[in-house]
């Protein structure tokens, strides 16, 4: 199976190639940026196609993040994988900001706990903890960072996500036993988790949490009759 991977959820617009038969991603590109996707996803695309060999006949299955992260962001990467997919008649799977940041540290070791913290601004977070295993004991949400740091207190659980940092800097009791700072997940693992995903349980629609901060303006709009 090749997998197809697109990720601009959050400070990075990436995409991937992976062949499950080799058991390797082929191609793959990530460019850091916090904004300016929707200009730089389709080129991007275009030249991991182009690395990987293969068109998007060859291509069994499109995989996307969903969010949570940025509102603009994640919308430009699932409109693209939609896109694509009714394109070229693939299916499409939507994958978690949460899950793809979790999911390399509990292959690398799934005996400790994980909390994945991504910022959602005004001194929130977007919160998941899981537990040895990878069973989830806290389910995607926003919380308020103080509500984060209790929620994911005990068995001195690893830190991942854009706003690991923060979380650890107001960490009070025993000390995490690591902390990763990363701005977004690593293409190679969305991948992975794309190709593991079931279609029918993994639509490719947005993970918000939240109400976006922008609202329309209706002061000047006239009353409708």
Excluded at 4 to 31: K, P
Aim: proline share 8%; glycine share 8%.
């Amino acid at each position: 199976m090749r997998i197809f991977a697109i990720d601009t959820a959050l400070e990075a617009c990436s995409a991937a190639v992976l062949d499950t038969e080799l058991g390797t991603v082929v191609a793959r590109e990530s460019m850091p940026m916090a904004r300016g996707h929707a200009e730089a996803l389709m080129p991007l695309i275009a030249r991991v196609l182009e690395m990987s060999g293969a068109d998007f006949k060859a291509i069994d299955r499109i995989a996307v993040t969903t969010g949570p992260g940025s509102f603009t962001g994640m919308r430009v990467g699932i409109a693209a994988a939609r896109g694509l997919g009714l394109a070229a008649g693939k299916p499409v799977v939507g994958l978690s900001t949460l899950a793809a940041f979790a999911a390399p540290l509990l292959a690398a070791d799934d005996t400790l706990p994980v909390v994945v913290a991504i910022d959602a601004r005004h001194d929130h977070v977007y919160l998941e903890v899981l537990a040895a295993g990878g069973h989830v004991l806290v389910t995607p949400r926003v919380v308020p960072i103080p509500e984060a740091v209790r929620l994911s207190a005990g068995g001195k659980p690893r830190l991942v996500g854009n706003a690991a940092n923060i979380l650890a800097a107001a960490w009070h009791g025993h000390a995490p036993s690591a902390v990763e700072q990363r701005a977004a997940p690593d293409i190679d693992w969305v991948a992975r988790l794309g190709a593991a995903a079931t279609e029918s349980a993994s639509p490719p629609k947005p993970l918000y949490l939240r109400a976006p901060d922008a609202q329309p303006q209706n002061a000047g709009q006239l009353a409708r009759r």
